[in-house]
């Protein structure tokens, strides 16, 4: 019998690789480097300018944020590409409350700069910093078989669509499911509740 978490596979398989880019892993210097951690250093980094097709213009770290959003939603879902489907629409419907703008010429930018972004998360060679969903995706992307007869997975009901995806890939193992649907705490976090997925 084997305990692991579900980060803790992600890590052996592709979180080692990219370690040093982790934050807490940085050898301390008195140079200061960008990693794209706050919006500041996002707009720095790729030079994104003010929105200014919208009225009144749109400043470039909200556009920072919709990046980075738009990023920390596609690290979490089962979808395959960054697009429209990992766009923050209710950051976006928010903003139009208070902006007129061509919603879809804005989710173009985005998208290009959240697709940069992953991009150098993922290049070792990058100084940009890399998060633990960093690894869980690239993870969840590879569709990896799990070496097991039984699997157990536990706080089902805080799985998010990556790891799922990943469980509905074991054809070759029995999988229980042990979680309580009134008991999901990490919804904010992109977490589904695979209790309500599951036959």
Not at 76 to 82: A, G, H, Q, R, V
Not at 111 to 121: G, Q, S, T
Request: charged share 25%.
């Amino acid at each position: 019998v084997e305990c692991r978490t579900i980060n803790s596979l992600a890590y052996a398989d592709f979180g080692v690789k990219l370690s040093h880019k982790m934050r807490a892993n940085r050898p301390k210097t008195k140079n200061y480097v960008n990693t794209c951690s706050t919006l500041k250093e996002i707009v720095n980094f790729f030079k994104i300018d003010d929105y200014i097709s919208a009225e009144p213009p749109i400043p470039a770290k909200t556009v920072a944020g919709l990046v980075k959003d738009s990023l920390n939603n596609y690290q979490l879902s089962d979808i395959e590409t960054i697009g429209q489907k990992t766009l923050p629409i209710g950051e976006i419907k928010r903003l139009e409350k208070n902006h007129k703008f061509d919603s879809k010429h804005l989710a173009l930018q985005v998208i290009h700069y959240a697709r940069k972004l992953w991009n150098e998360r993922i290049n070792p060679k990058s100084e940009v910093a890399v998060t633990h969903d960093t690894f869980l995706k690239l993870w969840s992307l590879s569709n990896p078989k799990l070496d097991c007869e039984i699997l157990y997975v536990d706080e089902a009901q805080d799985t998010n669509p990556a790891v799922f995806h990943v469980l509905k890939q074991q054809k070759h193992c029995k999988i229980c499911y042990v979680g309580d649907t009134y008991q999901s705490i990490y919804a904010f976090r992109g977490a589904i509740n695979a209790m309500e997925e599951i036959n």
